[in-house]
């Protein structure tokens, strides 16, 4: 799959994948098009394939740890790079069992959502939208008809460019 294949040209987009290996390989080109300062929010059902797919976004991010999803985790911290060669912080939460903002804010993840050196991954974003900045990449992985086929929808950030970079 290239970018153009994965169309990152336009605003959103939308991809059947038929294997976690497929949905891993979509997750790093889908890197390329990050930019630091960007957020990714993922949703779906348990077991759709949010952290499959940061596996292979962490990836193309160029972390080299193993990337998973212990029970209980909030947040892992891992250092990548970007395309251009400087290093980058990829922030990966799982939200799945957030209880209150007051976990969020405790662990600083405020200041990591707006770290213009990172890229945020967030799993069960939609547990706690109103914590997110609203200029992010969305993510949906929807359960295909066959057992391992999925439908991962995407949509850039509204302005097309992050938070950060408005600013600037
Ligand atoms: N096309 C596919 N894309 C992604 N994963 C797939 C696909 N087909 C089968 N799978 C399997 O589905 C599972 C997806 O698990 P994964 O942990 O990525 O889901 P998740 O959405 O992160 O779940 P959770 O909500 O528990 O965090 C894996 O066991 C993976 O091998
Ligand atoms: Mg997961």
């Known amino acids: 799959m290239t970018d153009e294949q994965a169309g990152f040209g336009a605003a959103a987009g939308e991809l059947c994948t038929a294997s976690a290996e497929e949905t891993k390989r979509f997750g790093s080109v ?3 098009a990050l930019r630091p300062g960007d957020l990714v929010a993922l949703n779906g059902e348990l077991g759709a394939g949010k952290t499959c ?38 922030y990966h939460f799982d939200l799945y069992r957030l209880a209150s903002c007051d ?13 213009p ?9 939609e547990r706690m939208p109103e914590m997110l900045p609203p200029a992010r990449w969305e993510v949906q992985l929807e ?16 302005t097309g460019k992050t938070h950060r970079r408005k600013t600037e």
């Open 143 to 158: 359960y295909g008809a066959g057992a391992a086929d999925r439908t991962i929808r995407w949509r850039r950030p509204a």
């Open 53 to 90: 797919l940061v596996q292979g976004i962490a990836d193309g991010l160029g972390v080299n740890d193993v990337v998973n999803s212990p029970t209980f985790m909030l947040l892992n911290i891992f250092a990548g790079r970007h395309a251009a060669g400087g290093e980058l912080n990829v």
């Open 103 to 115: 976990e969020l804010e405790d662990i600083g993840a405020v200041e990591f959502f707006h770290d």
């Open 30 to 32: 889908l890197a390329a």
């Open 117 to 125: 050196q990172g890229v945020c991954l967030v799993e069960w974003a």
